[in-house]
């Protein structure tokens, strides 16, 4: 299989022992790896396909954390740089009963914000599968040029470019500039992932068949909508599928959307579906792509964290036939 890329934050969550309580009041935190493009990354390791990071990290015990883990997952982290000019992002998170979380950034700025355009290399890219990004580094600093750079040569070299953009609005003084950005990098992506909770506020509409136009604009020829416990949908400019998700008891939600765009990533690449083939997808496809990355997204929502909750290839297969 080819290689996923992945570019943008990579991270610690801090996840509370006590579920049900707001962050103010949680006394006990434990550190994960996590940062949606590097959960994405680990999804499609897991599942037996190779993938990279691009990001930076502070010159601190938490950038090394990150390395060592990514390492040990198999990750390759010969495009991370470093930096001793900030520290490596955090996250504090706190759990709801339902395992729907809040969380308070650290990040004024994060050593990834400042990961300059002019590292990023055109080598990089040439002979990988796809290149996936989000919205959190698309604000005005050094890492939206990065971002921008990376599309260029991933388009360049053929790469199918995958986007979701895993809003996280108390990152963002300015909501409009937030939409604005998602809006400008919508049209370089052919999969486009949204939720449920993002459709309204980057379309103004509150069903997809309704922002079809703003959806399907520029290179899009895949959207993925997902509704949680609700179960997904796909479409492509001339077919749509659905598939619905199993009731399971959730304890950590945690790169849960992540882990879904990752293992249908992992589909997409298995079965040699490319930039171009992407429209002949047919509905069956579709729903069968769907059923799987909903299955595999019902794992990792009953363990904690994000990567480590990601289920195996073989732990996938196993759970599949409980």
Same mark, same amino acid.
């Given at each position: ?42 999804? %499609? ?13 502070? $010159?601190? =015990?938490?950038?090394? *954390? ?13 495009? +991370?740089? @470093?930096?001793? $000019? ?5 996250? /504090? ?47 005005? /600093?050094?890492?939206?040029?990065? &971002?921008? @750079? =990376? ?23 300015? &909501? $409009?500039?937030?939409? *604005?950005?998602?809006? $400008? ?16 506020? +980057? ?20 959207? +993925? !909508? ?8 796909? !479409? ?23 882990? /879904?765009?990752?293992?249908?990533? !992992?589909?997409?690449? @298995? ?17 069968? !792509? ?19 909750? %990601? ?5 996938? *297969? ?5």
């Amino acid at each position: 299989m080819k290689r996923l890329i992945s570019i943008g934050e990579a991270l610690i969550d801090f996840v509370p022992h006590q579920i049900g309580c707001e962050l103010k009041q949680v006394t006990d935190f434990k550190g994960v790896v996590g940062g949606a493009p590097a959960n994405v990354c680990g999804a %499609y390791i897991k599942l037996g396909g190779p993938a990279a990071m691009i990001t930076q990290l502070g $010159e601190d =015990a938490f950038g090394d *954390r990150i390395v060592d883990e990514f390492v040990g997952h198999g990750i390759d982290v010969s495009h +991370i740089r @470093r930096t001793d $000019e900030a520290n490596t992002c955090l996250a /504090f998170v706190s759990l709801k009963e339902d395992g729907n979380r809040d969380f308070s950034f650290y990040r004024k700025p994060s050593a990834d914000m400042l990961m300059s355009a002019d590292v990023v290399e055109k080598s990089w890219f040439e002979g990988a599968y796809a290149l996936h990004f989000c919205s959190l580094c698309l604000g005005d /600093f050094p890492m939206k040029e990065a &971002h921008r @750079r =990376a599309i260029s040569y991933g388009l360049e070299c053929g790469d199918m470019i995958s986007f979701d953009p895993n809003i996280r609005l108390p990152l963002w003084k300015d &909501h $409009e500039e937030l939409r *604005r950005a998602i809006l $400008e990098f919508i049209p370089y992506a052919h999969v486009l992932k949204i939720s449920d909770e993002e459709l309204e506020f +980057i379309t103004g509409k509150t069903r997809v068949e309704e922002a079809r136009d703003v959806l399907f604009t520029g290179n899009v020829e895949l959207v +993925i !909508y997902t509704k949680g416990a609700d179960g997904a949908e796909a !479409y492509t400019k001339t077919a749509r599928a659905a598939a619905p998700s199993r009731k399971v008891k959730a304890t950590d939600t945690t790169g849960a959307g992540d882990a /879904f765009i990752g293992s249908f990533l !992992y589909q997409l690449s @298995r079965d040699g579906v490319t930039a171009e083939t992407l429209k002949d997808l047919t509905a069956e496809q579709m729903e069968q !792509y769907l059923l799987f990355s909903n299955r595999y997204c019902e794992y990792s929502v009953q363990g904690s964290g994000a990567i480590a909750s %990601y289920a195996t290839a073989e732990q996938f *297969r196993e759970y599949l036939e409980k």
